[in-house]
């Protein structure tokens, strides 16, 4: 008797987003081909080594590992174990204000609240205290919310939506929102830079957001032994035990369609067809250079211009011929001109007079990241996506220098002196690196480009195409890459009529009616396909 074929798919990029998917899909029974332009996979969560020094290139923040623990248990395994998590207590991060003072971040919530009593007063440590517990309700009630695909506005009448509109708020954005716990506006700060995560400003972000710095309070932060970039190697390995194909240096050059359907993707001098291909690439990006763009309605290229994307960043990766013991894993430094500074972001303007930024001391939790005596410092500034107006060619080595001068200000007030490697990375050098107008966190997360309105899981202008990554919901950040990977392959595997035991974890949606098994479609078809065992029920 002949072997039944697996169903076969293609992943278009080896980012964490395509990664976790090509673990979830070859665990669950389909022959999976990732194709990573790239020598590395990784994408923007890979490590950068030079002279002996290994940086994160993006991701330092590992957040709510919740999501990566289920899809870890849903393939047999331990996420912790695996991937060596380090959970950073205290403090998690140091938040110094360009307004006078610091605060030490902590997931120990008693000890949070007295450092925000010592700091601020009695009424905002109520204040936090009571936005612990209006945020941990609002948590529970966007859950299902953000763990359940968007297909459009009639989903808004689903239970889940009714309870989740319960705290949605659309008219006030997160900076209005802490306003009625917080009289102290460094604290208001405090709970509300994290938006800058999504590439936003709190002063526009969704008041829904309040929920990023409550994630950290109450799940804390965690670091990845060997840099955060050292996760999506991880991933791989595991797909490729699970029979996951991962070719690397091979750049998809277009999708294949066949009328509405996509079939499979040309390369450079090949074409491999497939029953489903999934897009991790960014997303603008991937859809501008990849489909054609008669392909495309709601997402031509005419439109994708108009979209509002997230920010970028200025990045300097600085290997130092010394340690900083006393400085902490992560420091933020937030300009006493903060609200100013956002502005001219938002406005493509570059912020020389106090800009905020963030310095990670990685070797403080993980020496082996630099030679013995030395350390990493990775400094990221948030600035402009890429505008005609800026040409950072010209400016960066000016920049470079108001930036160290900037980092003083956390207290590394030699760093001039002892920086023995270096790389700069701007938003041109982002946006060459396909992504879009170099907005590194996608495009923006405002109520106008989220749920049903973002590119959605199933891709909505194209059939057997399913998208993953920062750019389709529930959005950009790790934890929500992660769950684009959960909720694009649970569509996928019920499409292709598998329904594959997942050690527990529920491989379809609470609340949504799963559809009947189709397994017409579960087998491959012919032609040149990617090929395998799975464990599918
Ligand atoms: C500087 C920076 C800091 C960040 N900090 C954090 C943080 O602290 N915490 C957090 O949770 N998130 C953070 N993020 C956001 C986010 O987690 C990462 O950007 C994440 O890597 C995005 O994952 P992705 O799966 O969407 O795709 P990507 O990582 O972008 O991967 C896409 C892959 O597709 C490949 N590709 C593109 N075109 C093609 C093609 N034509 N053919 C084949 N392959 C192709 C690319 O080479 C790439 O490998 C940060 C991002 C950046 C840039």
Redesign the pocket.
Known sequence: MQAKTKPTAII???????LASAMLLAYSGVDVTV????SK?????KLVEKDGFTYD???????YPEVIEQIFQAVGLDAHKELELIPLTDPSYRLVFGAGGQIDATSDLDLMTERIRELSGDKNARGFEKYVKDNRKKLDLSKACLQTPWTGPSNLFTRRAMRVAKVLKPWASVASDLRKNFDDERIRLAMSFQTK?LGMSPFHAPSLFTILAFLEYEHGIFHARGG?GSITPKLAKIAEGFGAKIRTS????ELIYEGKTVVGVKLEDETIYADKVVV???FA??MT??VPDEKRKKWSNKKLEKKGYSCS?F?LYLGMDKTYDDQPHHQIYASQRYEENLNDITNHKITWDDPSLYVQNACVTDPQLAPEGCSTLYV?VPVPNTHESINWEDIKDEYRDVILKQMAKLGYDDVADHIVSETIVTPDD?GA???YRGA???LAHNLGQMLWRRPQNRFEEAKNLYI????THPG????T?FESARISSKLLLADLGLDPDWNGVSNWFPEVKKPKVNTQNSGSKKRNHASGEGHAA
């Open positions: 278009v990029g080896a980012g964490p987003g395509g194709i990573e332009k790239e996979v990784g994408g923007r969560t290139r993006g991701p330092t923040f590992f957040h995560y955060l091979t750049p998809v050059k991790n690439a960014d990006h991937a250079t990849l960043t990045m990221l982002w690196s396909d992504i590194v966190f996608n993953v990554g920062g750019g950009s950040g790790l934890p890459i």
